[in-house]
């Protein structure tokens, strides 16, 4: 299985990737040249598997193995929006809003709208309440 899981994975990263890189492409009209990050290598998902199997028992394994799967389709074309607005002049970022009305945080700071600077300032990677599901936005120049 850990031989075959990035011949089955990478394609699916792959067109994950183009079609963030298509839509990026989309968001504006400069001339950026949108560019696709590299993906992770083979090796690399083959440690995911062995976590996944070594952690788990034949249920949890795969569950495991299903939302490390999911998470690495999202991140490529994630990465590639990123990859992108960090790269662009004058791209900036902002909060998007997920939320069920429980926290005044999240939508106090999407209501700035696209202000940041970076993906990190911008709370990609920070959850500011339980279950928050925010994401970031990205804005072209
Ligand atoms: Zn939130």
């Known amino acids: 299985m850990q031989e075959e899981y990035p011949v089955l994975l990478l394609p699916v990263m792959e067109t994950a990737s183009d079609w963030a890189a298509l839509t990026y492409e989309e968001m504006g009209d400069s001339d950026y040249e949108v560019e696709k990050p590299k993906l992770p290598t083979a090796g690399a998902l ?6 996944a199997l070594s952690g788990g028992n034949s249920e ?5 193995l299903l939302g490390n799967t999911q998470r690495s389709v999202y991140s490529a074309a994630r990465d590639t929006f990123v990859h992108n607005a960090s790269r662009e002049q ?3 970022f902002g909060r998007e ?3 069920d009305g429980k926290c005044d945080f999240c939508p106090m700071l999407a209501s700035r709208g696209a202000v940041y600077l970076t993906a990190e300032s911008a709370g990609e990677s920070t959850q500011f309440h339980d279950n928050c599901h925010c994401t970031i936005s990205i804005e072209r120049p």
């Open 60 to 64: 949890t394994g795969l569950s495991m």
């Open 97 to 99: 809003y997920n939320g």
């Open 90 to 92: 004058g791209a900036r």
């Open 46 to 51: 083959q440690i995911s598997v062995r976590w």
